[in-house]
Each structure stands twice: as structure tokens, then as C-alpha cells.
């Protein structure tokens, strides 16, 4: 799934200033997308500038991205824990709920961004949003994906399983699974519906980001206005 809106300058506005956040020693989760990889560009920036942080990449293309900067990585598994995570998101509302998942990343975003001290989204302007109602990206086992899209239906969703933009064939996550986009019109009650999408045999997880996010950083044509 496509996840465009705002322009580069907004995402690199709100990510170069996420990345002033970071202090020397931290751990730093690096999110996956457009807006978070300004982030981790800064931050290699500010390591050949001397500043001292390992970086916790949340996908394969963070790791890249982050190798390519210069940053030191860690896995999770590496470190005590997470000082900071920066990451992006699909659609954000006022009570920094979020959905994620638009780059297929969000299993491992959230096990990173939950583990951290401090979880910031910097998102430009269109991601912003009174009520979350993008469909909500669900990772799942590929022998479940049958069983899990009539699960879904049940839920009150509509399944979509996400297809390669240019390859003929189904997307299939960092992890080997499989993914659907799951429309479920406006999202009324985003924490009972993360509750019913965790409690589905197969679902590996869903794009809900219910409590995990403490700030949004949205960058606009001339600043960044800070949410929290
Ligand atoms: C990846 C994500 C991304 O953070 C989300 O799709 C936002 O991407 P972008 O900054 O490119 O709009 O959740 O799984």
C-alpha cells in the first residue's frame, strides 16, 4: 500500500527534528518509511559529527538505510533497552492512536517502539486525523491467511489481502508472512478493536498502536508542530 500525502520537505522537517531528540549513549529504535529515514539520516549525520548511539532497526530497509549512514546497530536483543524510537505512521488522531504498517513493517516496529523509553511519530500533515479509519494492516502465518480473513470478515472487517506493486504475487513481510489490509470504516473504539485482532489464531500483528505513542512530531511547509 501506497502511503504518499504530505510532501518530502514536511516528512524531512519532522524527522531531522526527531533526531535532535537523541543524546550521547542512547539506544535508538530506527523506524521503517519516507519520514523516519530522514531521521535516520540526520542521525548518521550527527555520528560523523562524533555523537555515540546504536541504532535498533525496526525492518530490512532501516537496517540498510541505517548501515549506509554509518549508524552502529544492535539488535533488540543486544541491548538493556530502548531510550528512544522514532518512527512514521499511516494515520495518527488526537489521542495518538495510530495505524502502521503501510511499508509491512509494523510487527517488528512495534516490538521495537514498544520497548522504548520514549515512542515519537513524525508524520507530515495528511497522516493527522479526527478518527482512525484507514484499513488496519494484519500480518498473518501463511497457512492461517484463509482462516484468519474469515475471522476478520467476522470481526465486521473487509480483508484485502496487499499484493507486490511489481511482482505478481502476494507481499510477504521481513518475518515471511503474508498481510492483509483490513477496512473497518471508522475505527469507534481503536483499544477493544486491537483487542480483538490480537485474541485471532495466525494473526502475527495488527497495525493498531493503541498507549505506545507519547509525542507526534508533524512537520509543516515551515516548522514542525509538536503533539503529545
Ligand atoms: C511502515 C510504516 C511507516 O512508518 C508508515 O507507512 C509511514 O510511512 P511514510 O513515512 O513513508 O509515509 O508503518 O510499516
Redesign the pocket.
Known sequence: ?K????TDDQ?RRAGERAAELVSDGDVVGL???????HAIRALGQAVDDGLDLRGVP??FDSRALAREAGIPLRSLDEVDGVDLAI????QVDEDLQA????????AR?KVVDAAADRFVV???PS?VTEALSRPV?VEVLPDAHAAVERDLTDLGGEPTLRRAERKDGPVVTDNGNLLFDCDFGVVDDPASLATGLSGLPGVVEH?LFVGLVDTVYVGTDDDVEVRR
Open positions: 500500500m502511503t504518499t500525502g504530505g516528512k523506524g521503517t518509511g519516507s519520514t523516519a529515514a525496526t525492518s518512527d512514521g505512521a499511516d495505524i502502521k504498517g503501510g511499508g509491512a513493517a509494523h516496529e513524525v508524520a507530515d497522516k494492516p497495525g
